[in-house]
């Protein structure tokens, strides 16, 4: 067994009992590879042997399963799907609530679960009565004592993400969602991809201009609601280049967006938001990234503006130096190149790029 494919130490469902509960899974499926998402239980659902180790900080770097389940209560409609792989980053207990933050990694190959509804029921039951048995009689959903899960680790994270959605769309919930995958940012005009900082977030430098790939499916289509996919950003330290919103009138396709950064003068904190679902508010499920960003300044441009502007000044200051006894024409010439270079420094340079 590799190391990819080493057991979840910590297991963290979450549920269908609040929309924003069953958007957290939507979320985790989309999220790109070493981007961050955070789970919260009120610490009645977290097990005491978990409380302990985040108490701890043992937890830090814990390999997770992060999950789905529905009517765990059930004994025939039970629904528990393992969803994807992530790593706890940090983790505390605030106010009685447990916060943990995760940074997914690999995608989980489902390949072993059934399409049929029933048995994925039946399978699920069986799941969680062994997750209530090793945690005293009681039902947890976020726990350190768990069944071992037929789910492995592949390299097409793609054909995953498929798999997952379909067997997820099996149930009430996700039944008329729309599932989105969003790939690493890519450098708009090379193949070279950009990773996350360790603390889940992206940088990019105000010359590295980004594009998204967004992928959808959706196991139903209808011409009601309408369903729109976009791309929201600050507009002033990063906008989108491209067309911000999209119609969707498929059940899957895929798509990009084009990211611009500008840091003028200092770096910037800012975000891009991708969201799939119904213009409207309702009873269906959104799915919707959040990824903050870091737009660094140009250090190149930086040194290029101090450069620029100390050699204007040089040149503007040279007729004074050279007096009267030089020719008109040369301290013409030096001083009209001297302002032309400042005026390039400060108003060129140095004004946002918008």
């Given at each position: 067994m590799n190391s990819q494919d080493e057991r979840p130490q910590v297991l963290l469902l979450s549920s269908n009992l609040r929309r924003r509960y069953s958007e957290d899974i939507l979320t985790a499926l989309a999220l790109p590879r070493g981007a961050t998402i955070q789970f919260r239980y009120e610490?009645?659902?977290v097990a005491?042997?978990?409380q302990q180790k985040v108490a701890g900080g043992s937890i830090i770097g814990a390999r997770?399963?992060?999950?789905?389940?529905a009517d765990a209560d059930s004994p025939t409609n039970a629904f528990l799907l393992p969803v994807r792989?992530?790593?706890v980053v940090a983790a505390e207990c605030v106010a009685e609530v447990f916060l943990f933050r995760l940074r997914v990694t690999d995608h989980v190959d489902l390949d072993d679960y059934s399409l049929s509804r029933p048995e994925i029921n039946a399978e699920s039951r069986r799941a969680i009565d062994k997750i209530i048995e090793g945690n005293a009689g009681a039902y947890f959903p976020a726990v350190l004592k768990f069944p071992a899960l037929p789910i492995r680790t592949g390299e097409d994270p793609a054909q995953l993400w498929i798999s997952v959605a379909r067997r997820l769309a099996l149930h009430p919930t996700f039944e008329n969602s729309y599932f989105m995958r969003v790939d690493q940012p890519v450098h708009?005009?090379?193949?070279?991809?950009?990773?996350?900082?360790?603390?889940g977030r992206l940088s990019l430098s105000d010359q590295q201009p980004a594009r998204l790939p967004v992928s959808f499916y959706s196991q139903r289509y209808a011409e009601t609601p309408k369903i729109t996919l976009t791309c929201d950003t600050d507009g002033s330290f990063l906008r989108v280049s491209s067309d911000p919103s999209h119609d969707v009138a498929l059940r899957y396709d895929s798509t990009e967006f084009w990211l611009q950064p500008d840091a003028a003068s200092f770096d910037a904190l800012t975000h891009v938001t991708i969201r799939?679902?119904?213009q409207e508010a309702g009873n269906t499920s959104v799915a919707a990234i959040r990824l903050p960003v870091i737009i660094k300044h140009s250090r190149i441009r930086l040194f290029s503006r101090v450069a620029i502007s100390a050699l204007g000044a040089i040149l503007v200051a040279t007729p004074a130096i050279l007096g009267p006894t030089s020719s008109l024409a040369l301290r013409i010439l030096l001083a009209v190149t001297g302002s032309a270079a400042l005026s390039t420094a400060t108003i060129v340079m140095g004004r946002p790029r918008s």
């Open positions: 610490a009645k659902y005491p042997s978990l997770a399963l992060l999950g789905f389940i792989i992530a790593e708009l005009t090379s193949a070279t991809s950009f990773a996350f900082e360790p603390d799939l679902g119904p």
